[in-house]
């Protein structure tokens, strides 16, 4: 047609990452930090080189881990794992109401903006941190472990059942509520079935991530493995330290496995 706009060739090749000037100009002000930052600390080749000969000293001195004394060890494993379930329990059961009310699709701004702040509050601080404070609050032993996971529970889990509510289609929850249901029925029938699958699945991985911290907490004396291995750290007795290791790494590896079946399971 003699009218028609003539067709614009097409580039033979065009660049996967495009960057503006302004994302060149951050990339290059973030190398030169870097730079300045491992500066400031002291980071030498030769330093490096040092540390790889003690490590390998302090290696050497772990092999082969010894199991001899493995009632402590035993009591130490069980003990953690106690925490990491009842803190992954508590946590997700006070998670799921906050996660509700920081949904900004289901409830007003004057309810979502405390609760949401609450979540973030709980978030702002390493478990270890927190569990410190327990220890100074209730003294040492378990409960202060279970108290920090769940102050980390809260804040890692409540953040992202509020964001898996957010995301969900609101029509199915119109229809629930077109045929007069009450708020607590909406939830059950219009929300919950949308992101139940959801929910097992930062269930699941916040039970493994407890199961981890477990073992962190205890050496600032909030119970579990964490106290065994800082006891053996102090005795220098290395051989146990690796016996402790090569047991908190089977039991993570355990713990994930039994999640990944979970997640089949609730997800069939």
């Not at 996660?99 to 949401?116: D, E, I, K, Y």
């Not at 909406?186 to 493994?208: A, E, H, K, M, W």
């Not at 750290?233 to 994930?256: H, K, M, N, P, S």
């Amino acid at each position: 047609m003699s009218g028609a706009a003539p067709l614009r060739a097409q580039p033979a090749y065009l660049p996967p990452f495009r960057q503006s000037n302004a994302q060149r100009a951050a990339f290059v002000l973030l190398a030169a930090y870097a730079l300045y930052a491992a500066a400031q600390f002291d980071l030498t080749w030769a330093r490096f080189i040092i540390g790889l000969s003690n490590g390998a000293r302090f290696l050497g001195r772990m092999f082969p881990p010894s199991f001899a004394n493995w009632e402590p060890l035993l009591k130490g494993m069980l003990e953690s794992l106690e925490i990491a379930v009842l803190a992954s329990v508590v946590g997700i059961a006070l998670s799921l109401p906050l996660g509700l009310l920081s949904a900004r699709n289901l409830m007003p701004a004057w309810v979502t903006w405390p609760a949401r702040s609450l979540v973030a509050l709980c978030r702002a601080l390493h478990p270890v941190i927190v569990a410190i404070l327990f220890v100074k609050a209730v003294g040492f032993g378990a409960l202060a472990g279970i108290l920090a996971l769940v102050v980390a529970s809260v804040g890692f889990i409540g953040k992202l059942f509020a964001e898996a509510i957010e995301e969900i289609s609101l029509k199915q929850v119109e229809a629930v509520r077109a045929s007069g249901a009450s708020f607590a029925n909406v939830i059950t029938y219009g929300v919950l079935p949308q992101v139940f699958s959801r929910f097992v699945g930062f269930g699941t991985y916040q039970f493994d991530s407890n199961l981890r911290n477990s073992t962190m907490v205890g050496i600032v004396g909030a119970g579990g493995i964490g106290a065994t291995l800082f006891s053996a750290f102090q005795r220098f007795d290395y051989d146990f330290v690796c016996a402790i290791l090569l047991t908190i790494i089977a039991v993570i590896v355990i713990g994930e496995t039994l999640t990944n079946v979970l997640k089949k399971v609730f997800r069939a």
